[in-house]
């Protein structure tokens, strides 16, 4: 009997443990343990068939996951604007979803002139919301390369010139991004400055300028935004194409940032099996089939990280130690995303993401001239403002590459005028000029009729009249997001307005001198008719609310505050890259003019720019005291901090971008004169003063030494310079690094 109990005893804690096995969560999916044993275990359970598919594309924008794990897929989505509609699985074409219409973001190059970091805050977290919504893991940017020629097609997705203002703005994005569970891949990793030979240009560029320029906001976004994704760039390097490079993927990026995040190789991107297996890369996309299927369906096993790596393996040239590494971080990117199963829900087209775009753009738009205080716009005196341009009504949300967006709705500048002032002005409109007519990317039509039969001279008479009869000419012109303009593939031809804008501008102006000329763009322009015309404004892409943040600003109700993040040279050949005739090279680019990228070359050759860096005027005015530091001399632990007031002196709120500049006024290896090291963005009521403090410590005072290959900061003596831009000194004072 006894013997009978302890055998059924026995039988009942054998099925009571094989239940409570059954019901025991596998370790990969019990998120209460740390991520990396989840990798480890999920990765155990995986077929090399497996591991092998989820490195690679499956579709044109997603990669497997694991099915019979539950495992998700991964869902990329361009970024950096907006999310992207819904394209076939095979093809660029529209899928014709129907529930696809995002917000419409301004572009990087408006966010990053707000100089704002709670605002690029603001926009990661609502395009990360936008993402998630539409279940999408991965976000395809934002995108960081340094301005280096106003001639780059992609510089509108791109945050300017300076190394340090990138970084401080890329960050906010990446974590606002990824406060959604969604990865922000950060993009193009690196020295992609130029569309023109993309696939193939070979960068010459040395450690010094490629650690001091190229690098640093890329940095940040590893570093100081963790960011869980980098794209490798189209371009070459050391000979290497940058989707499987030695030596920014592996010595740089992993070896010297410790990035645990994935590597993504940019659409097409990738050309070599057994570079992309050692190089650093661990998810292709985008490829074709070596040119055998051109196009050809679901020709993914062709990629170079699929049939070919596993045929490498199973001839054993490969051992899976890559394959292995690659596994786990694609693993642990579906960890931080699609399985975490505590990531908010998203939302997506949303009234908060379009006010979000909105604050944004009105924080971004810079108001470069502004003579005789044509702006704002005075409603109480104005009866009648005279709307010209193409860009007044054309839709920039679609075109311009990868970036284009099917907006949800897109206010066109004049549509956000006559809402604003309908009541109160006549707006009457004429076109002055034909850009580009058309209006479609890749299947997303604009819907726009543009046709225009008349000629240029009639457009040109239409105009003038217009314009004598208006107390004030606004002309929306500049760019726009066609091939061999702000777009990519092509690089732009010419610094110069395209469409004739020039001579509009010149004959509007001699039949109304109260003009206001909008610089629709990503890039600088060349304005030869400066001296004439008294108000400029930079208008940047501003998204789907556009034509409403404009509006607020032309008549006041918002008070600019924005400053451009790139030089804007007179002429081409004041540009660095250009007055060495670097640019765009042929097989290979020669960066040969080093450090001196924008305002660095402006101030080291004297060249006075048309608009320096970090210009940007305000409806009311500034006046800044003088600069103190908190210590006269600091040791190489030390922080030392700088104060200024600054005071509003006009009649109305507005704010101002306090700027530092560091000086090293002796050092072994030749400097810049000054860089961005800070800056602060303040709030002023009239008469109101305020205290801006700015704190730095050593490594804002380095150097990268390529002999040593360390950042080094030399004793001596240091200036700190406060600027309104960089080439508005308000004052200055000295330091020593002991
Ligand atoms: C672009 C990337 C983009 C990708 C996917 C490439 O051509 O360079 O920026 O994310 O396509 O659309």
Redesign the pocket.
Same mark, same amino acid.
């Given at each position: 009997m006894i013997k009978q109990l302890i055998r059924v005893g026995f039988f009942a804690l054998f099925v009571f443990q094989d239940l409570s096995a059954q019901n025991q969560k596998p370790l990969y999916l019990d998120d209460t343990k740390p991520i990396d044993a989840r990798v480890e275990d999920a990765l155990k359970r995986m077929t090399l068939d497996e591991k092998i598919a989820i490195i690679h594309a499956q579709s044109k +924008?997603s990669s497997p996951g694991v099915a019979r794990l539950g495992i998700p897929e991964n869902w990329?989505t *361009? @970024?950096p604007h907006g999310i992207?509609s819904e394209v076939k699985w095979d093809e660029w074409d529209q899928a014709g979803w129907t529930n696809d219409s995002c917000i419409a973001f301004p572009a990087l190059t408006a966010l990053a002139a707000t100089w704002n970091r709670d605002l690029s805050s603001l926009y990661g977290k609502s395009i990360g919301e936008e993402a998630r919504f539409r279940n999408k893991n991965v976000l395809? $940017?934002p $995108?960081v390369n340094i301005y280096r020629t106003p001639l780059n097609g992609r510089n509108f997705?791109y945050m300017g010139e300076d190394p340090f203002l990138s970084g401080q703005m890329v960050v906010p994005y990446v974590k606002g991004v990824q406060s959604n569970g969604v990865a922000a891949c950060v993009?193009?990793f690196a020295l992609n400055n130029q569309e023109t030979e993309r696939h193939g240009v070979d960068v010459i560029v040395d450690d010094r300028t490629l650690y001091e320029i190229y690098l640093p906001a890329f940095k940040a976004a590893v570093i100081d935004g963790q960011a869980w994704a980098i794209?490798g760039a189209?371009n070459k390097y050391k000979g290497q194409h940058l989707c499987h490079n030695q030596y920014l993927l592996n010595d740089v990026l992993r070896g010297e940032w410790g990035f645990k995040g994935v590597v993504i190789s *940019?659409? @097409?991107g990738v050309h070599d099996t057994k570079q992309a297996i050692t190089n650093g890369l661990d998810m292709e +996309? @985008?490829s074709w089939t070596d040119g055998l299927a051109w196009g050809k369906s679901n020709a993914y096993d062709g990629y170079y990280l699929a049939k070919p790596y596993k045929a490498l393996i199973e001839k054993g040239e490969f051992g899976t130690k890559e394959l292995d590494e690659k596994v786990r971080r694609v693993l642990r990117l579906s960890f931080l995303t699609t399985m975490d199963k505590n990531r908010p829900f998203g939302s997506f087209g949303s009234e908060e993401h379009g006010l979000a775009g909105r604050k944004i753009a009105q924080e971004g738009i810079v108001l470069l001239k502004n003579d005789r205080s044509v702006l704002p716009v005075d409603l109480k005196k104005t009866k009648r403002i005279a709307v010209i341009g193409e860009n007044a009504i054309k839709m920039m949300t679609v075109g311009g @590459? %990868? %970036?284009s967006l099917k907006a949800k709705y897109e206010i066109s500048p004049l549509d956000g005028l006559k809402k604003r002032v309908g009541k109160e002005a006549d707006v009457v409109y004429a076109r002055g000029y034909v850009g580009d007519a058309s209006g479609n990317y890749n299947g997303v039509v604009t819907g726009q009729n543009l046709e225009e039969k008349r000629s240029a001279a009639e457009l040109l008479a239409e105009a003038k009249n217009v314009a004598r009869s208006a107390d004030v000419v606004i002309v929306f012109g500049g760019l726009n997001k066609s091939d061999f303009q702000d777009s990519?593939g092509n690089d732009r031809k010419g610094l110069e307005l395209p469409y004739n804008q020039d001579n509009l501008i010149k004959e509007l102006v001699k039949v109304n001198k109260n003009l206001v000329f909008v610089n629709i763009s990503g890039n600088a322009v060349a304005m030869p008719w400066i001296n004439e015309v008294p108000s400029v404004v930079q208008g940047w892409f501003l998204g789907s609310e556009g034509g409403n943040a404009l509006a607020d600003v032309l008549v006041g109700d918002v008070n600019p505050s924005g400053k451009i993040t790139f030089s804007f040279p007179v002429k081409l050949s004041d540009n660095s890259a250009h007055s060495i005739g670097e640019f765009p090279g042929g097989k290979t680019v020669n960066y040969s003019e080093g450090l001196f990228v924008g305002y660095r070359h402006h101030d080291k050759s004297k060249i006075k720019p048309l608009f320096p860096f970090g210009h940007g005027l305000s409806y009311t005015t500034f006046e800044y005291g003088k600069v103190t530091a908190d210590k006269k001399s600091m040791a190489a632990s030390d922080k030392i901090t700088f104060t200024v007031a600054v005071k509003n002196t006009g009649k109305r709120e507005g704010s101002e971008i306090v700027q530092l500049y560091i000086s090293d006024l002796k050092s072994s290896l030749p400097r810049p004169v000054k860089e961005l090291k800070g800056f602060e963005k303040v709030t002023l009521k009239a008469g109101e003063t305020k205290n801006v403090s700015i704190t730095i410590d050593k490594s804002a005072l380095s150097f990268f030494d390529d002999k040593k290959h360390d950042w080094v900061a030399e004793p001596g003596d240091f200036e700190a310079i406060i600027g309104a831009s960089s080439a508005n000194i308000k004052s200055k004072v000295k330091f020593t690094l002991q």
């Amino acid at each position: 009997m006894i013997k009978q109990l302890i055998r059924v005893g026995f039988f009942a804690l054998f099925v009571f443990q094989d239940l409570s096995a059954q019901n025991q969560k596998p370790l990969y999916l019990d998120d209460t343990k740390p991520i990396d044993a989840r990798v480890e275990d999920a990765l155990k359970r995986m077929t090399l068939d497996e591991k092998i598919a989820i490195i690679h594309a499956q579709s044109k +924008f997603s990669s497997p996951g694991v099915a019979r794990l539950g495992i998700p897929e991964n869902w990329m989505t *361009d @970024g950096p604007h907006g999310i992207r509609s819904e394209v076939k699985w095979d093809e660029w074409d529209q899928a014709g979803w129907t529930n696809d219409s995002c917000i419409a973001f301004p572009a990087l190059t408006a966010l990053a002139a707000t100089w704002n970091r709670d605002l690029s805050s603001l926009y990661g977290k609502s395009i990360g919301e936008e993402a998630r919504f539409r279940n999408k893991n991965v976000l395809l $940017g934002p $995108g960081v390369n340094i301005y280096r020629t106003p001639l780059n097609g992609r510089n509108f997705e791109y945050m300017g010139e300076d190394p340090f203002l990138s970084g401080q703005m890329v960050v906010p994005y990446v974590k606002g991004v990824q406060s959604n569970g969604v990865a922000a891949c950060v993009k193009h990793f690196a020295l992609n400055n130029q569309e023109t030979e993309r696939h193939g240009v070979d960068v010459i560029v040395d450690d010094r300028t490629l650690y001091e320029i190229y690098l640093p906001a890329f940095k940040a976004a590893v570093i100081d935004g963790q960011a869980w994704a980098i794209m490798g760039a189209y371009n070459k390097y050391k000979g290497q194409h940058l989707c499987h490079n030695q030596y920014l993927l592996n010595d740089v990026l992993r070896g010297e940032w410790g990035f645990k995040g994935v590597v993504i190789s *940019d659409w @097409g991107g990738v050309h070599d099996t057994k570079q992309a297996i050692t190089n650093g890369l661990d998810m292709e +996309f @985008g490829s074709w089939t070596d040119g055998l299927a051109w196009g050809k369906s679901n020709a993914y096993d062709g990629y170079y990280l699929a049939k070919p790596y596993k045929a490498l393996i199973e001839k054993g040239e490969f051992g899976t130690k890559e394959l292995d590494e690659k596994v786990r971080r694609v693993l642990r990117l579906s960890f931080l995303t699609t399985m975490d199963k505590n990531r908010p829900f998203g939302s997506f087209g949303s009234e908060e993401h379009g006010l979000a775009g909105r604050k944004i753009a009105q924080e971004g738009i810079v108001l470069l001239k502004n003579d005789r205080s044509v702006l704002p716009v005075d409603l109480k005196k104005t009866k009648r403002i005279a709307v010209i341009g193409e860009n007044a009504i054309k839709m920039m949300t679609v075109g311009g @590459g %990868s %970036s284009s967006l099917k907006a949800k709705y897109e206010i066109s500048p004049l549509d956000g005028l006559k809402k604003r002032v309908g009541k109160e002005a006549d707006v009457v409109y004429a076109r002055g000029y034909v850009g580009d007519a058309s209006g479609n990317y890749n299947g997303v039509v604009t819907g726009q009729n543009l046709e225009e039969k008349r000629s240029a001279a009639e457009l040109l008479a239409e105009a003038k009249n217009v314009a004598r009869s208006a107390d004030v000419v606004i002309v929306f012109g500049g760019l726009n997001k066609s091939d061999f303009q702000d777009s990519e593939g092509n690089d732009r031809k010419g610094l110069e307005l395209p469409y004739n804008q020039d001579n509009l501008i010149k004959e509007l102006v001699k039949v109304n001198k109260n003009l206001v000329f909008v610089n629709i763009s990503g890039n600088a322009v060349a304005m030869p008719w400066i001296n004439e015309v008294p108000s400029v404004v930079q208008g940047w892409f501003l998204g789907s609310e556009g034509g409403n943040a404009l509006a607020d600003v032309l008549v006041g109700d918002v008070n600019p505050s924005g400053k451009i993040t790139f030089s804007f040279p007179v002429k081409l050949s004041d540009n660095s890259a250009h007055s060495i005739g670097e640019f765009p090279g042929g097989k290979t680019v020669n960066y040969s003019e080093g450090l001196f990228v924008g305002y660095r070359h402006h101030d080291k050759s004297k060249i006075k720019p048309l608009f320096p860096f970090g210009h940007g005027l305000s409806y009311t005015t500034f006046e800044y005291g003088k600069v103190t530091a908190d210590k006269k001399s600091m040791a190489a632990s030390d922080k030392i901090t700088f104060t200024v007031a600054v005071k509003n002196t006009g009649k109305r709120e507005g704010s101002e971008i306090v700027q530092l500049y560091i000086s090293d006024l002796k050092s072994s290896l030749p400097r810049p004169v000054k860089e961005l090291k800070g800056f602060e963005k303040v709030t002023l009521k009239a008469g109101e003063t305020k205290n801006v403090s700015i704190t730095i410590d050593k490594s804002a005072l380095s150097f990268f030494d390529d002999k040593k290959h360390d950042w080094v900061a030399e004793p001596g003596d240091f200036e700190a310079i406060i600027g309104a831009s960089s080439a508005n000194i308000k004052s200055k004072v000295k330091f020593t690094l002991q």
